[in-house]
């Protein structure tokens, strides 16, 4: 069996042998071993997210323990440069700092940028680490760049959002599946053993502007202009009841607002959807057809749906086709989001976005503050109120009214975030800018103070797969000296800022005992989760409650208790989160994207991930064999716009916009949209996409438009005045 191999060994006085631990990666958070030697291989079990497969970066996840890159001292800007520091004197200078900028400013001038990365204890730790020792509203996380959109449509949708409200394996008999905006052959390989049944059947449908891996095992590739996906969802809506295939018993015993979503729906019949999206009337019937006839059926959103102006409109679209399908809360079918980051589910449910307190509670309600306040030992005025989201929290860096200081845990937003050179800008405006981080990424280069923490590896916690599944993932290896885990790290900043030491514990387990309590009655209820259970190999999907499942409005008043509830694989099968128990069509129309191509910027550019690579690559572009198959950026171009802009294939071009320009080597795809050009995100400095992405964001999620912006095409050397 292929293995990644670690240059450190385990601690041989340790007692850890080989753990059964799970990668590090995306949300499918595929099992495996890790031996103490730091080889990752698998760990083949059926029921396993992954049915026991690793991707590539699965596979060579073990190289970076002990890479040559790995930061195991801290670091302290000094004259302009960083030098190595002792832990007393970081803390003592982030500590010093901060009490400084909050007795001028306020509270509100210090501010915390997270990850969807971070484990559910991390996560939890520091959103109360803001509230409480902080006493900040400015926290939110990368999270709002991947999976908001979708939430917020699931929330308005069903009442309640888990990126798959069934179990992964239910796609294994699914004879249909609609995959919209996904290319999980590249960003989560294994989850193709899913789709298996609908690929052989011939139900396997991508929705896509380009000719991905994933859509070429399609049966149905349809591919949309960019920004058009809604366009593309209302037409597929009007095929199916156009041609008598709405689940007219569903819709009127299980759903509200069919009206109103069809009265839009009707203006938008499959040829009209054709000339604004490209797709064919023929094919969108054919989709239509597909999913209506099959005995098990699926409609699966992700980025490609959600990164746009309008993602939660586009999400809506698609949650509508598939509700007037009769799919979501049934066996066997259903609407599902597949989540991104490694805990980008549980990520965005325990408090370190800018809206929402742990248990996925809304910050602004007054129950769940009095409730959280409590398991916190403070009152409830104590707790700020919602902050800035992701973007916009970046955007104010260092502005009058914004945050002076900003501390960043796992996240690379110099990379990451969309007008990236602003966000450059405003980082270098900071008073005070500390990122803990495992390597010496785009954003810790431009720190003042950088901390170095343990790796996956290195810790134990839960994180939170797309599923809704808490998985707990081990120690396998001693960490190197001279590193701290980041809930160490925020226990030792709380107590200087003069916080009771016992507040901030750094046990992981301890803190997920506080979570379950914070919790408790709670839409993402974990108070039934304990880590004996999850230990003895149980498999719980929350919500997992130490009374009776619920998953409607927080309980009022003392709930029974329960010990041992098998936790809720199956969400909605009786009933929706709504408290009528029905699920909401809402009527959405088609915009188009904020920034459509025109004279000056003639090509629509996209932007997403390769197999090789994942998120701003601050890890993967580390590890030799991952590096050396995909070393640098690259512009996918069809030949005959490659040659329109004077370029050939191999060729230096630059990929012009509004905000910045990109530099890349040309690729010349055929099967290209002539009209499109893609860039992967994972490279930093001129290569980095995200110079050219359009940061405007969507009303309800606040969402930035990764997905499309106006560009023009040029060979690298001329010069570009725009």
């Not at 799970?22 to 760990?43: D, E, F, I, K």
């Not at 914004?402 to 796992?410: D, E, H, K, N, T």
């Amino acid at each position: 069996m292929r293995a990644a191999t670690s240059t450190r060994q385990a601690d041989a006085d340790s007692g850890v042998g080989a753990v059964d631990t799970h990668c590090p990666y995306c949300a499918l958070q595929c099992g495996m071993t890790l031996s103490p030697a730091g080889r990752a291989s698998v760990r083949v079990r059926p029921r396993d997210p992954s049915a026991g497969g690793l991707c590539q970066k699965g596979w060579t996840s073990a190289a970076l323990l002990g890479s040559p890159a790995r930061l195991t001292t801290p670091l302290v800007r000094d004259g302009g440069t960083l030098r190595p520091a002792n832990w007393d004197e970081a803390l003592g200078l982030v500590a010093r700092k901060i009490k400084e900028i909050v007795a001028e400013r306020g509270p509100d001038a210090v501010a915390v940028f997270g990850g969807g990365g971070l484990t559910n204890e991390k996560a939890y730790l520091l959103g109360k680490f803001a509230r409480v020792a902080l006493g900040t509203s400015q926290v939110d996380y990368n999270g709002r760049f991947c999976m908001s959109s979708a939430a917020a449509a699931a929330h308005r949708a069903f009442g309640l959002d888990r990126g798959l409200p069934f179990p992964l394996a239910d796609l294994d008999g699914a004879d249909a599946v609609l995959l919209a905006g996904a290319n999980p052959a590249e960003t989560m390989p294994p989850f193709l053993s899913h789709l298996r049944r609908a690929m052989d059947a011939g139900g396997l449908i991508v929705v896509d502007p380009r000719r991905t891996p994933t859509a070429e095992r399609a049966a149905l590739h349809l591919a949309p202009a960019p920004g058009t996906d809604l366009a593309l969802a209302l037409g597929i809506l009007h095929a199916a009841v156009a041609d008598g295939r709405l689940d007219h018993g569903y819709v009127g015993d299980r759903t509200t607002g069919f009206d109103e979503a069809w009265r839009v729906a009707a203006a938008w019949w499959p040829e009209r959807v054709e000339r604004v999206t490209g797709v064919a009337a023929a094919d969108q019937r054919r989709a239509a057809a597909i999913l209506a006839e099959a005995a098990s059926a699926y409609v699966l959103t992700a980025r490609g749906a959600e990164q746009h102006a309008t993602g939660v409109d586009t999400v809506g679209a698609w949650i509508n086709l598939a509700l007037a399908l009769g799919l979501p809360g049934r066996r066997g079918s259903g609407w599902g989001c597949l989540t991104g980051q490694g805990n980008g589910q549980g990520g965005r449910e325990h408090g370190q976005k800018a809206d929402q307190l742990p248990g996925y509670r809304r910050i602004d309600d007054p129950a769940a503050r009095a409730h959280v306040a409590r398991v916190w030992g403070i009152e409830p005025s104590a707790l700020p109120g919602p902050g800035r989201s992701a973007f916009e929290l970046l955007d104010a860096l260092g502005t009058a009214d914004g945050p002076s200081a900003l501390l960043v845990f796992g996240s690379n937003p110099v990379v990451s975030a969309p007008h990236s050179s602003r966000v450059g800008d405003r980082l270098a405006a900071l008073d005070l800018l500390v990122v803990a981080d495992i390597v010496l990424s785009e954003t810790a280069g431009a720190a003042d103070v950088v901390l170095p923490i343990t790796q996956w590896a290195e810790e134990d916690g839960t994180l939170t797969n797309l599923e809704g599944r808490v998985l707990l993932r081990r120690r396998a290896l001693t960490p190197p000296p001279g590193v701290r885990t980041d809930l160490e790290v925020l226990h030792d900043l709380a107590v200087r800022l003069g916080q009771p030491s016992e507040r901030f514990p750094a046990d992981p387990e301890t803190v997920f005992t506080e979570l379950r309590a914070a919790s408790e009655g709670g839409p993402a209820d974990y108070s039934g989760v304990t880590w004996d259970r999850l230990r003895a190999g149980e498999r719980l999907h929350w919500p997992v409650p130490v009374g009776p499942a619920s998953i409607g409005p927080v309980p009022v008043g003392p709930v029974p208790r329960q010990p041992g509830h098998p936790g809720t694989p199956r969400l909605f099968l009786d009933r929706f989160a709504h408290p009528d128990g029905r699920a909401r069509f809402v009527a959405v129309d088609h915009k188009g994207p904020a920034e459509p191509p025109d004279e000056e910027f003639p090509l629509y550019a996209i932007t997403g991930r390769v197999l090789q690579h994942y998120q701003s690559g601050a890890q993967t572009r580390r590890v030799e064999e991952l590096r050396a198959v995909v070393p640098e950026v690259y512009v996918e171009v069809h030949p005959d716009t490659a040659r329109r802009a004077g370029l050939d294939d191999g060729a230096a071009a630059a990929v012009v916009g509004r905000r910045g320009r990109v530099l890349a080597k040309v690729r010349c795809v055929p099967s290209m949209r002539p009209d499109v050009v893609f860039l992967p995100f994972h490279f930093p400095g001129a290569q980095r996409a995200n110079l050219v992405t359009n940061p405007a964001l969507d009303p309800v999620s606040r969402m930035p438009e990764f997905k499309v912006c106006a560009v023009r095409l040029s060979p690298a050397a001329e010069r570009e005045d725009g």
